[in-house]
């Protein structure tokens, strides 16, 4: 009876197509009211003798069909799964949704790296207004009136203000060196980066630009720091071990005495390299304050010198960069940005690297 | 200033090449800008010998030319009606480049006849522009010379740029002067001798004004013959790019490039008998030598005699007073003008000349009478005449200025040691008096260099004789074992705030700080903002926004078909000339779609939620208290009224403000489509608290599990979610830790006048898990709380 009852629920066990049937199964065989629980039943009325040899096989009858279940259910859930996966199919060369990401303006990356080196050399970072005025932009600079020097520079004026003051559109940073010495005794170290403008426009000139400029005040900085502190700086910039320079005697009402910076490079392929090579390339002006801006900012010659130097942040971009044409750098050409603009998390370090 | 490498030599004697010239006068601050060696572009132009010229058989104005090179016979073409059997002209042979027709000559046949090479004009060869024939050379000129040698074209032109310090290098012997200084020869120029005149100068000269003009000498030189000037004058003229006028004119303008002293030559017949250097009135007319008449404004130098103005002092001479071919008698001029007055002069009347750029750099006061007399010289020599004495009005000037020279500053301020010994040889060699006192040393400065003033420049003297190059660069101490950061506040947000913007997807743009009135009007314009000389009327006032520029950015990348434009700047604005009216700004512009059409994203066209978001990033990056912002629904007049906003920090801290543009401004700047933006006062931002330290509060974290409930209320259509949110958020403080808002609805089974929204409350037990009774009591205070603040009601 049992045997047959046994065999008769394996084979079910074994043909159930699915875990339902093979749950039907189940409460067939082990239900309230299934066979095998049916003659678990029975024993009840069945003396000890009997019950003591037909418990133990109903038992195991029991044990045999569960694991029987249990086995089958494995089987039919791996094969349901893998009617699923079957199923289941993405197709994974379907774009993904786009999070777009912009890019950092060349000038601004410029100004980081710039400001990442001259933090390691002790240097902060100073501003003043565009709309400077005479005094500022020219007469403490050692520009009086009438000075040819006013000249070299195509200067933008405001139109008089109520109390008559013609403002001029800072044609240098250099008014910031002014403003800094007014307001602060030295030793002082600082860059000035920011925009300036002139009335001239072609493909290396544009009404605005950006300058950068360099004040050391202290008590003995002579030309050799200012040659030192450039070829730090130059050559951290243009990342490579040591450019050379060359400085030619030059004039600027501020600064006394005056030079030129050129620095070596070469073409090759068409594209210009900085640090190699011996042709020079002119990068900036620079020299001793004058003891007459020193003056006109209430710091006293007698104790202190030092130097200043003012460079083209936008040509200094240019030349480590590789552009050629001014004008798109303020035209927001998006085509030129995605090109020469920097990835938003490529922040210049100087343990990473400036443009690494 | 442009010389010829023979003209230097007539100051300098020297072995050295020109590659070392070129190099020394760059090296001391002379900077060679170009060097034009016309051997070069002239060496294939040899002379040549027409052996026979016959005319062609089919052209009436050609002639078919034999031409004798020294080497070989050629056939030649030509169409130069002075082409003739037995002249002698210049010859270039087929593979040459001729300049002056950029042609580079090749064997051809002109109407069937065979030509090789060319008989050339001076056109052709860039010298002159005659074209009305070939070049036509002596008859006992060697054939197969080189033409340039022959025609003395053979002397290199250096150009040098001048700094505006130096007028004493506008003259070929002060260039020579600072090279012999720099140890690269010797200077030989001719010493000038006073020339004894017969009898006194029958024109008084007066000078009335001692600030405007100086110092005024003059003489009558009788019987002059005025013509062409000799041919090594004329060359040397038109090397340097200058027109040979007549013999007279000529030698004045020589001895300006020769010795940076200007002179004015006038024809005794045409003015009266007194010349006088006096300020003009207002309205006097000057008939100037460029043809033009100026009328004066009043306080301008001018020369003049009785009657009328003989030309600007120190600018420009007139026209009336100029000398001729006729000319018999001349009177000669050598003046002092006052830099300013005449740089204010040639800039009222927009006039340049040689003269005006040396005098308002400043000319030397003690070469005044010398000049005067090397052009009596030169003069006699070249056109004859005899000179009357010289006359003089005004000062001659007095004695040298003195600087106090401590020569162990070259070494403090310069950073090179150079012995005494060694800056007195250089100073004396540029004309610097030397004389030791007790403690220092006094240095006389030599009139040719007004510029100098002051230690300083001294030092700059000895150093760029000496050479910058020796200078050892020296390392700039160190301030601090490990570097500090540098930035201010303003500036590390800047940069965060720049990065964070890229990271949105918008790309950073860097525009002008000026703009377009007509523009900037709508943005808060006014003017107080305009430029007096803008460079074009499109940026005639300084931009009182960002967003006009970005918008006109963003137009153009549209014109050139880009979609989802989205850019920003982080720069300046501008309320005011003052330097509070500067202030910083980030200011973003999306114009467009959202995301290009994608299979997953639901594309649509940007809207002010945008800008906001783009607003909320820039005040996060910036370190604003985000969290406690509040939002208004007025924002700056350049938005649409209904769909734009401001965020604060109490009624009165506007932070940012952000929506879609005004629909109105939009036709103005003729943009289309979907257009929202969002401006961000950087420095309106507060400055973060101070802290003690960088370590932040302890942490205490609860393992009890969040509770999550949603809630939809129905409240009017004109009530503001936000006020929603905030009343929910406030119900408990302690427990509610988030608000979101997961639907609004508003439509069918809505009554019209209201609005469905949905909100879902995280709530967060702190020491124990909640009860059913806590949880009921935190959701009933929340829906009370939201009712009383909104009049809405929960939906159920």
Redesign the interface.
Known sequence: MTDHLETTLLAEINAADSLDALDAVRVKALGKKGLVTGQMKGLGSMSPEERREAGPALNQLKNRINDAIAAKKAVLETAALDARLAEERLDMT????????????P??QVL?EL?EI????????A?G???EDDFHNFTALNIPE????R??HDT??????ETGE??V?RTHTSPVQIRTMQTQTP?I?IIAPG?T?R?D?DATHT??FHQIEGL?IDK??????????L??WLSAFFEVEKVK???????FPFT?????VDINCTLRDGTLIVGEGDDWLEVMGCG?V???VLTACEVDPNIY?GFAFGAGLDRLAMLKYGMTDLRP???????W??HY?F???S?PT?AGGLSS | MKFTLGWLKQHLDTTATLAEISETL????L?VESIDDPREALAPFTVAHVVSATQHPDADRLKVCMVDTGKEVVQVVCGAPNARTGMKGVFAPSGSYVPGIDLLLKPSKIRGVESSGMLCSEREMLLSDEHDGIIELDADTPIGASFAEIAGLDDPIIEIAI????PDALGVAGIARDLAAAGLGTVITPAITPIAGDGPCPIRIETEDQDACPLFAGRLIKGVKNGPSPKWLQLRLKAIGLRPISLLVDITNYITHDRARPLHVYDAAKIGTTVRARRAKAGETVNALDGNIYETRGGECLIADDNSPLGFGGVMGGEDSGVSEETVDIFVESALFD??LT??TGRRHGLLSDARYRF??GVDPGFVVDGLTLATQMIMDLAGGTPSEIKIAGKIPEDAKKVTFRPARV??????DVPAKRAQAILESLGFGWSEGKDSITVSVPGWRP?ID?E??I??EV??IEG??K??????P???EV??????L??TRA?AV?????????????????MDSRVAQYFGGH?????????SSE?DM?RPSILPN?IA?AG??ND?G?D?????E???T?QG???D??AHVAATLRLGNK??R????AAGPVDAYDAKADALAALEAAGAPVGNLQVYDEAPAWYHPGRSGTLRLGPKKILASFGELHPAIMRHLDVEGALVGAEVYLDAIPQPKRKSGQSRPALHLSNLPAVERDFAFIINRDVAVGDLVRAALGSDRKHISQVDVFDVYEGQGIEPTAKSVGIAVRILPQEKTFTDKDLEGICERLVAMVEKATGGRLRR
């Open positions: 379907l774009p993904v949704s786009p999070r777009s990401q912009g890019r950092i303006h000038i601004s980081d400001s001259f933090a390691d050399l002790g240097f902060a970072v501003e207004p565009h709309i009438h000075h040819p020097a000249q070299m933008f004026y405001m139109r008089p203000d013609r403002k559109l030793p170290r925009r403008f009335s426009s009404p605005m050391v003995d900085i002579h030309m050799g720091h200012l040659k030192g502190c070829e730090a320079m060359r400085f030619r005697p030059s004039y006394e005495p005056s030079a030129e001793m004058n003891p007459h010198q750098f303020f035209e927001s050409d998006l085509r940005l995605q603009g990835q938003p998390l922040v100087l | 760059t090296r001391i601050g900077e700094t505006p310090n130096r830099p300013i740089a204010e308002e750099r070494k403090s301020l310069g950073g090179l510029d002051g300083a420049d030092v700059e150093l760029r910058y190059d200078i050892p660069a020296t390392p700039l160190r301030t601090v570097a500090r950061s540098t930035l201010t303003d500036q940069r720049k990065r964070r913007l890229a990271t949105e997807g918008l790309y950073e743009a860097v525009t002008w700080s000026f003017d107080g903002l305009m430029l007096e000389n803008p460079i940026l300084m970005l950015a153009r990348n050139r880009a989802g434009i989205a850019l920003f982080v720069g300046p501008y000339q003052g330097i009216d500067q995301t290009s994608h299979w997953r994203e």
